[in-house]
């Protein structure tokens, strides 16, 4: 077991508050929960170990049950809160493409950093980037490579396609290397279109294009990539600018906000909770309110390539190096 405290003092932390008194600050833990998901079985009824790919993402489904995005066979997994195995699907839903840098010296000025390869110098299913679930219920996945999202009910039947399957492009209907969708608290859609393009797109609940901002570049409201996104319960949309190591905060309609800085390339982030009084957002590692001070961190501070939370305070990080951890506090 892994543990760190946050505070001023173990054990006694104080603040000092305007009218002279001192009251007790909460001090969080989280804790590593070894050996999750349940062993699977062989056919000899012994336990084995599970053949993950590099886990992209996870996601808390509407009861409870946590969703396994992985780059190989049956790529979207089920499993409950405890590791116990449900089922899987999604095989020949992705695309085998990779999405790969581009070696600095090879790269055109104002241009994306990032490509992707195909065939049979991609892998399988490595278009499997990002998985989250929608206030109804329904399972979202984005397929990098493959230029689109898709949106499935909860027993993993296809309803939408945002973009366009196997095309990239910059237009309302097609996208290009996209990374994460999110949701806000109306119904609209928002996708990250991160990697070969460098804006946010947003969409009614039915899928109808509504807007987008976003460019190439370092200023407010320009990314380096946006790999990830966030809608609090007032509407304001959080994006993680991986390559500029922030996070940048717009209204719903894309006018910028502020920004943190100097926080690391995050590659993950969510949202705990619809409850507006009670918001905070995981970026990477690090948990923070909406102002953007951190209130606690993950043993060893890494938020993998995508992270979720519970209802009941649980948090799962999916790492690329093909596992999934879970911490409680």
């Given at each position: 077991m892994r543990a760190r405290w946050l505070g001023i003092?173990?054990?006694?932390?104080?603040?000092?508050?305007?009218?002279?008194?001192?009251?007790?600050?909460?001090?969080?833990?989280?804790?590593e929960v070894e050996g999750w998901p349940d062993p699977a079985t062989s056919a000899a009824g012994t336990p084995a170990a599970w053949n993950f790919g590099q886990v992209s993402g996870v996601a808390t489904s509407a009861n409870g049950y946590i969703l396994v995005l992985h780059r190989g066979a049956n790529p979207i997994m089920l499993f409950d809160s405890g590791g116990r195995f449900v089922r899987a699907w999604g095989d020949g839903l992705f695309s085998s493409g990779k999405v790969g840098g581009i070696a600095p010296g090879d790269r055109q000025p104002g241009q994306?950093?990032?490509t992707a390869v195909y065939g049979p110098a991609g892998c399988h299913a490595c278009g499997a980037h990002a998985i989250r679930v929608d206030p109804d219920g329904n399972i979202w996945v984005v397929d990098a490579p493959g230029h689109v999202v898709y949106k499935m009910d909860p027993q993993g039947r296809v309803?939408?396609?945002?973009?366009?399957?196997?095309?990239?492009?910059?237009?309302?209907?097609?996208?290009?290397?996209?990374?994460?969708?999110?949701?806000s608290p109306g119904g609209d859609v928002y996708v990250s279109d991160g990697y070969g393009n460098a804006r946010v797109v947003k969409y009614t609940a039915d899928g109808q294009y509504l807007l987008e901002w976003g460019s190439r570049g370092t200023g407010p409201g320009e990314f380096g990539l946006p790999h990830n996104l966030a809608v609090d319960a007032e509407g304001r949309v959080y994006v993680t600018d991986r390559d500029n190591q922030r996070v940048q905060v717009f209204t719903r309609e894309g006018e910028f906000l502020t920004e943190w800085q100097d926080i690391g390339g995050n590659s993950a982030l969510f949202m705990t909770t619809t409850r507006e009084e009670n918001q905070q957002i995981w970026t990477g590692g690090t948990l923070r309110n909406l102002d953007g001070e951190a209130v606690a961190t993950l043993p060893g501070g890494n938020g993998g390539h995508g992270m979720t939370e519970t209802p009941d305070g649980e948090v799962f990080v999916a790492q690329l190096a093909g596992r999934v951890q879970k911490f409680v506090k």
């Amino acid at each position: 077991m892994r543990a760190r405290w946050l505070g001023i003092l173990a054990g006694g932390v104080f603040m000092l508050l305007g009218c002279g008194h001192l009251v007790s600050a909460q001090v969080v833990e989280y804790t590593e929960v070894e050996g999750w998901p349940d062993p699977a079985t062989s056919a000899a009824g012994t336990p084995a170990a599970w053949n993950f790919g590099q886990v992209s993402g996870v996601a808390t489904s509407a009861n409870g049950y946590i969703l396994v995005l992985h780059r190989g066979a049956n790529p979207i997994m089920l499993f409950d809160s405890g590791g116990r195995f449900v089922r899987a699907w999604g095989d020949g839903l992705f695309s085998s493409g990779k999405v790969g840098g581009i070696a600095p010296g090879d790269r055109q000025p104002g241009q994306s950093g990032y490509t992707a390869v195909y065939g049979p110098a991609g892998c399988h299913a490595c278009g499997a980037h990002a998985i989250r679930v929608d206030p109804d219920g329904n399972i979202w996945v984005v397929d990098a490579p493959g230029h689109v999202v898709y949106k499935m009910d909860p027993q993993g039947r296809v309803l939408r396609e945002l973009g366009t399957r196997g095309v990239s492009g910059v237009s309302q209907s097609t996208f290009n290397l996209p990374t994460d969708v999110a949701f806000s608290p109306g119904g609209d859609v928002y996708v990250s279109d991160g990697y070969g393009n460098a804006r946010v797109v947003k969409y009614t609940a039915d899928g109808q294009y509504l807007l987008e901002w976003g460019s190439r570049g370092t200023g407010p409201g320009e990314f380096g990539l946006p790999h990830n996104l966030a809608v609090d319960a007032e509407g304001r949309v959080y994006v993680t600018d991986r390559d500029n190591q922030r996070v940048q905060v717009f209204t719903r309609e894309g006018e910028f906000l502020t920004e943190w800085q100097d926080i690391g390339g995050n590659s993950a982030l969510f949202m705990t909770t619809t409850r507006e009084e009670n918001q905070q957002i995981w970026t990477g590692g690090t948990l923070r309110n909406l102002d953007g001070e951190a209130v606690a961190t993950l043993p060893g501070g890494n938020g993998g390539h995508g992270m979720t939370e519970t209802p009941d305070g649980e948090v799962f990080v999916a790492q690329l190096a093909g596992r999934v951890q879970k911490f409680v506090k």
